[in-house]
C-alpha cells in the first residue's frame, strides 16, 4: 500500500534519480527481451494485455466483512506473459496512471516502476520457478506456485521499498522499523495478491494452459486435461514450502536489520530505539521487543510468517477442491 | 467500481489546452523535479510553487471542489506523513499534548508540500490533455516508438476491457454473487482470468487483422504539428519557476 503509487517527495531527489535510470535500463532490456519473444505480436499483445493489467487493477476483490482490495498483478503478469513482457506491461499502468490520472508522482516514477513493475515481476517470476520445482508438476502446483510466488513478490515490492528507504529517507525513521512494518503489511496484502493470482491463473489454465509464459517448458497435455490435484500431496508441499519460505524469511529478518542497522548508523541516521506506532500491522510490536530477546521476536515473526503462508496455501487449497466439488462456492469457509 | 475509468479531464479551451502536448509534459516534468529537489527548509520557496499551480489549476478551468477531490488519491500518503512525527527520533518538541520528532516535522511538511504539489501539476497536465494528446507528446519527446505505440494500444482497448469486465460483474451480480470475503472471491478471480484470456486472444486476432491490413511490424507516424518555439518559451516559464526557488533556496538554506 504505502510503496504503491508514492508521490512526489517520498523519498530524497538521489534515490528519486537512481532508481528512474536503474528503472529505464531494465526496461530498455525488458523490451528487447520482449520484442524477440512475440516479434511482430508484441505490439498489439503488449497494447492489449496491457489494457487488461490496467482494468484487472480497477477490478475489486472482497477481502474482508465488505472491504474490497484490488490486484497489483506484477507476479501474475509476468508468468502469464513472461518477466520481460511482464515487467513491461505493468511499467507502462504505471508510468501511464502518473501521467494521466496523477496516481503517483512524476519525480517518483523511478521508485514506483521499481517496485511496482520490476521488483514484483522479475522477483515473483523467480520466485515462481522455485516454487514450481517443489510443488507437484500438475494444475495444481502451478497454481500453488502462482499463488506463493505471487503472495511473496509483494513481500519484495516492500523489501525493495525500504532498502530505497535505507539510503533516501524523507524522514529519521529507522530502517528496521519501516522494514518491519512495510513487510508486514505486506505479507496481510500478500494473501490477497496471493490468492487473486492463483484463482486467476486457475482459470488461465483451465481453458488455455499454452498460453502460460512460466510452464512452456513442461508438458502441455497434463494441464490442459485439469489434473486431480492428490489432497495429500498438496498439503505436504504446501506445508513443507511454508516452513523453507519462513525459515528463509526470519533468516532475512535475522541477519538484515544487524547489517543494515550498522550501514544505517554509518550513515547517520540510525538512532534509539522509538515506538512502533509506525502501522496497525501487528508485526510491528514483535519486532519493537529489541536487541535483548530478539531470538523470541524472530521466533514470532517466523511463526507468524509461517500461519500467514500457510493461509495462502489453505486459500489455494480451498480453490482448487473447490473446482472439483459441483457444489457452489458460497458456504461459509471456517478459517 | 468497475466502471468507466476516470477521465480527468476538464473541458475547455484554455491556453494550457491549445499548448503542444510535449511541451506541457516536459514542462510538467522538470517542474515536479524542481519541486523534489527543494530543501524542505525553503518554506517561501514551496509557497511560490505552491501559487504557480494553483493559478494554473486556475486556468486550466478546475474548479475548487473538483480540484479538492482530485487531491483524494494521495490522501493515504499524507495520513502516513502525519504518523511520522510520533515514531521519528532525533530532537523532541512539544506540540499540543505530543511529544514529537522536529526532525519528523520537518519530514511531514516535506512529504505533504511536494505530493500536494506535484500531484496539482500532474493534475494540470491531466486535465488539459486528451489521451491521444499525451500519447502523441510522448512520441515528439523520444520516447522509443514502440512504448508510444504499447501505450496507445492499450488506451485503444482499454475501455473495451474495463467494459467487459463490468459486464462480466453484472451477470455475477444478477446471480446473487455478493462476495465479502477473500474465500468467496473465486468467480471475480477466474472471471479475471477468462478476461486475461479472453484480452491475449483479441491480441492474436487483432494482430492477425493488423498483419491482414500490411502491417509490418512498426506503426505508420502521423504527421502533426510540433511545439513552436513560443510554446516550448512559454511552458518552460513553469518549471523555470521551480527550478529557480529550489537553487535559491539551495542558496539561501
Sequence with gaps: ????????????????????????????????????????????????????????????????????????????????????????????????????????????????????????????????????????????????????????????????????????????????????????????????????????????????????????????????????????????????????????????????????????????????????????????DYATSGVDNETLSLAIAGLCGTVITLAVGYGVFRAVRGTRREQPEDEPAVA | MAGAHRHLLVHGQSPIHTMAPEAKIAATFLFVVGVAVTPREAVWAFVVDGVVVAVLMAVAGYRFGQAVARFAAVLPFVAFAFLIPFVASGEQVDVLWFSVSREGLWATWNILAKALLGTGASLVLAGTTPIPEVVRGLGRLRVPALVVSIVAFMFRYLDLIVEEMARMRTAMVARAHDPRWLWQAKPLASAAGAMFVRSYERGERVHAAMLSRGFTGTMPQLEHRPASAAEWAAAMMVPMVSLAAAAAGFALT
Design chain 1, 1 to 284: 500500500m504505502f510503496a504503491m503509487h508514492a508521490p512526489d517527495g517520498f523519498l530524497e531527489p538521489p534515490v528519486a534519480a537512481v532508481t528512474a535510470v536503474l528503472s529505464a535500463v531494465i526496461l530498455m532490456f525488458a523490451l528487447r527481451q520482449s520484442r524477440r519473444e512475440l516479434k511482430d505480436k508484441q505490439l498489439p499483445l503488449a497494447g492489449i494485455t496491457a489494457a487488461f493489467i490496467f482494468a484487472a487493477q480497477m477490478f475489486n476483490f472482497p477481502v474482508a466483512s465488505g472491504t474490497t482490495g484490488h490486484l497489483l498483478g506484477g507476479a501474475l503478469a509476468a508468468i502469464l506473459l513472461g518477466p520481460a513482457t511482464g515487467s513491461l506491461v505493468v511499467a507502462i499502468v504505471v508510468i501511464v496512471q502518473a501521467l494521466l490520472f496523477a496516481d503517483g508522482g512524476l519525480s517518483a516514477l523511478g521508485y514506483n516502476v521499481m517496485n511496482m513493475a520490476i521488483v514484483p515481476a522479475f522477483g515473483g517470476y523467480a520466485l515462481f520457478l522455485v516454487f514450481r520445482r517443489i510443488m507437484p508438476t500438475n494444475s495444481g502446483g502451478i497454481v500453488g506456485a502462482t499463488g506463493l510466488a505471487a503472495a511473496f513478490s509483494v513481500v519484495l515490492s516492500a523489501m525493495a521499498f525500504s532498502i530505497e528507504w535505507l539510503f533516501g529517507a524523507s524522514a529519521p525513521v529507522p530502517f528496521d522499523n519501516v522494514f518491519t512494518a512495510m513487510v508486514g503489511v505486506h505479507l496481510l496484502i500478500g494473501i490477497g495478491e496471493g490468492v487473486i493470482s492463483a484463482l486467476a491463473m486457475a482459470a488461465v489454465l483451465a481453458s488455455r494452459p499454452d498460453l502460460v509464459y512460466g510452464i512452456r517448458d513442461l508438458d502441455q497435455e497434463a494441464f490442459a486435461e485439469r489434473t486431480r490435484v492428490s489432497t495429500r500431496a498438496f498439503v505436504i508441499g504446501g506445508v513443507l514450502t511454508a516452513a523453507l519460505v519462513a525459515i528463509v524469511v526470519s533468516q532475512f529478518a535475522a541477519d538484515d536489520p544487524d547489517g543494515l542497522e550498522k550501514v544505517s548508523i554509518e550513515e547517520g541516521f540510525a538512532s534509539e530505539a522509538t515506538d512502533h506506532a509506525l502501522d496497525s500491522s501487528i508485526f510491528a
